[in-house]
């Protein structure tokens, strides 16, 4: 059953609730519910707006039961806004992903419990100050339904994929929306007497949507899935290590291959990161694994320059956050570790502004777990900062047509990404025409005469972008 009622509570955090720390500490920015766990579940990173960058963090706190809490800070990791949305007094709701549109709004999806006694599927679109603009909740057969990830197709629209369990096995939620959150199609993946979950997507340049996963039948396996443009399915690939492997994250390569992160067992002992190659068609070319003696697992993945990052958890004495950075073909190139003063989990990860990432997860505070957000380096892991790109003006301003022209420090042969719209700085591909070119410069036609446009532009279909100014 679908829903566009509104949450049944909006508010700010707890009165217990505290923030603590910033960006240029060791330990990050902190915020602590209260009596509760609190963990953020992923990141998202405004490098456009005014006054930017900003930094959205979403997971699960508060003081009593699990309520959705939002996080937006500078760029220095003060806090600047803050909500929380709950569902039905006395249950536990999660947000598990988050995502910017084209005017900076920030779209969190997860599950909300709203009566009875399981989570329902649910989407929530804010403004940049965290007011709740527009909502939409998936209830299926009376079992948990929940979002795991969400992603922009090249048309701006919002792909939500997630899943929805029946008694006794579960099939793959894909629902698409507009940037109101205007439901506009659906697909399924549903194999009985199989669990069958997506934890994370991604969407290529040419529409093709790619989920990662797990499939449940009997022991937990990596599933990973291929839609096309259309949300018709069109292939599937699973490992079995014939223990406990799941999936947790995706990337695409601008190559268009996919590349899934989670955990495996190879054998009895304990879990290590699995991290899983793949082809556009999902023939599966390289695997990687890395552990030690205890429990380690990759949550989140992220594409830089050419090389894979993959952050999670790796186990010395205690659990620490640990991020790895890999090559095309799997190779271990580098890590960088966070050790606080007990269990560390790190969830997600997301692209900032020059040499910087953000990491974020779990941490235990004074009494128990808090969220914590850092930033670090690509140096750290031996990465060289990226080029940059600067503008150079336009020309055929005025008319139907114009082209954006640029400087950049990458080497030839780079494939840049143009955007244009008739607003400032956006973050998405909400309403934005696109231009893709190897050359310093890009044309976009059929305008409007005596409209202001907006340019910015990437190396990467997802960003970050430079803005190139207004016309």
């Not at 054998?267 to 699995?274: A, I, P, R």
Request: hydrophobic share 40%.
């Amino acid at each position: 059953m679908l829903s566009a009622a509104l949450s049944l509570c909006f508010a700010p955090p707890s009165s217990a609730a505290t923030f603590s720390g910033d960006f240029s500490s060791y330990g990050g920015a902190v915020y602590d519910g209260g009596s509760v766990a609190d963990a953020v579940n992923d990141v998202a990173v405004d490098t456009f707006s005014v006054g930017g960058p900003y930094v959205y963090v979403v997971g699960q706190g508060n003081s009593t039961y699990s309520d959705w809490v939002i996080i937006k800070y500078d760029g220095a990791g003060v806090k600047l806004a803050s909500a929380t949305i709950a569902g039905a007094a006395g249950n536990y709701d999660y947000p598990y992903a988050a995502a910017l549109d084209g005017a900076g709004n920030l779209y969190v999806a997860g599950c909300l419990v709203n009566s009875g006694m399981y989570c329902d599927a649910a989407v929530r679109k804010f403004s940049p100050s965290l007011v709740q603009l527009a909502s939409h909740t998936y209830d299926g057969s009376g079992y948990p339904d929940a979002f795991r990830g969400l992603a922009w197709d090249p048309q701006g629209r919002l792909v939500a994929a997630g899943y929805t369990d029946n008694a006794s096995d579960g099939g793959i939620l894909l629902f698409r929306y507009d940037t109101g959150l205007v439901f506009q199609s659906s697909a399924a993946y549903y194999i009985p007497g199989q669990y069958n979950r997506a934890m994370s997507v991604a969407v290529s340049t040419a529409g093709d949507v790619f989920l990662g996963g797990e499939r449940v039948a009997g022991v937990y396996d990596v599933l990973t899935l291929k839609f096309d443009a259309n949300m018709v399915f069109k292939a599937s690939a699973v490992f079995d290590n014939g223990w406990t492997d799941r999936g947790t994250g995706i990337v695409l390569d601008p190559w268009g291959n996919v590349y899934v992160v989670g955990e495996t067992r190879p054998s009895s002992s304990n879990l290590d990161f699995g991290v899983f190659k793949y082809t556009p068609s999902l023939v599966r070319l390289a695997s990687a694994t890395y552990g030690g003696g205890g429990g380690d697992w990759a949550t989140a993945a992220l594409w830089e320059g050419s090389d894979l990052l993959v952050t999670g958890q790796h186990t010395n004495a205690t659990p620490d956050w640990i991020t790895l950075r890999y090559s095309t073909g799997l190779a271990l190139k580098g890590s960088v570790t966070y050790d606080g003063s007990g269990a560390d989990t790190s969830y997600a990860i997301s692209r900032g502004t020059g040499d910087l990432v953000y990491v974020a997860g779990e941490s235990v505070g004074a009494s128990n777990l808090d969220f914590r957000t850092r930033q670090i380096s690509i140096t750290s892991l031996g990465m060289t900062p990226p080029p940059s790109i600067g503008a150079a003006g336009f020309s055929g301003v005025g008319t139907s047509s114009l082209t954006a022209v640029w400087t950049s420090g990458y080497p030839n042969g780079t494939l840049y990404y143009a955007r244009l719209s008739t607003g400032p700085f956006p973050n998405g591909y909400g309403g934005n025409v696109s231009s893709d070119t190897y050359n310093l410069s890009a044309g976009f036609t059929g305008l409007n005469l005596n409209i202001n446009y907006y340019v910015q532009v990437g190396t990467a279909f997802a960003g970050p972008f430079v803005s190139m100014g207004s016309t």
